[in-house]
Every structure is written in structure tokens, then in C-alpha cells.
């Protein structure tokens, strides 16, 4: 039968923002994998064609640093003076 939707036999669950454990520790052991191998990967890293160490790197990337989240900004101009939001067009002209 199992249990209604949006319930669960641990309802205390895992604290909100608390790092999954296996995660952290794959990280911690790939960027050991990476520290003591660097001078390897970067020979191997030489020897590959651009497009193919550009693909390399990248794939390193997600698992050394954090993922940033996207910035949303809502500006509600209704609310801003002539010369605020002249500052703002100017701001995204020197952009």
C-alpha cells in the first residue's frame, strides 16, 4: 500500500542545507585524485587537440567548484525617481 504523497517514516529528515555526506566525500576524493595526479593530467593534457582539452577541463570543473546559482533581479521602476533610473541605464551602457 505504502505511504500517502508527501509523507515519510523519518519526518525530521535530513536539516535543510545540510551537504549530502557521499557528495562531499566524492568531492573531497576527486580533488585528491586531481592534487596527486596534476602533473600527469597536465602532460596528458598538452597531448589532447583544443576542443577535446577544453572538454576535459570542463568536466573537472563541476566536481572542484561549487555550481553558482543564477541572480534574478526584479526592479519595480514605478517606485524609482527620473534620475535612479538614469543611473541605471547608465550603469548597463558601461556594461
Same mark, same amino acid.
Given at each position: ?40 593530467i597536465q602532460t596528458d593534457l598538452t597531448a589532447l587537440?583544443?576542443?577535446?582539452? %577544453? ?5 573537472? %570543473? ?17 517606485? %524609482? ?15
Open positions: 500500500m505504502g505511504l500517502k504523497k508527501g509523507t515519510t517514516n523519518n519526518p525530521a529528515g535530513r536539516p535543510a542545507g545540510t551537504p549530502n555526506k557521499i557528495t562531499s566525500d566524492l568531492r573531497e576524493r576527486i580533488n585528491l585524485l586531481i592534487e596527486t595526479n596534476f602533473d600527469t587537440e583544443p576542443k577535446d582539452r %577544453l572538454f576535459f577541463i570542463d568536466k573537472l %570543473l563541476k566536481y572542484c567548484l561549487p555550481t553558482l546559482s543564477a541572480v534574478d533581479s526584479n526592479i519595480n521602476i514605478d517606485n %524609482l525617481t527620473d534620475d535612479q533610473i538614469q543611473q541605471i541605464i547608465n550603469s548597463i551602457n558601461l556594461e
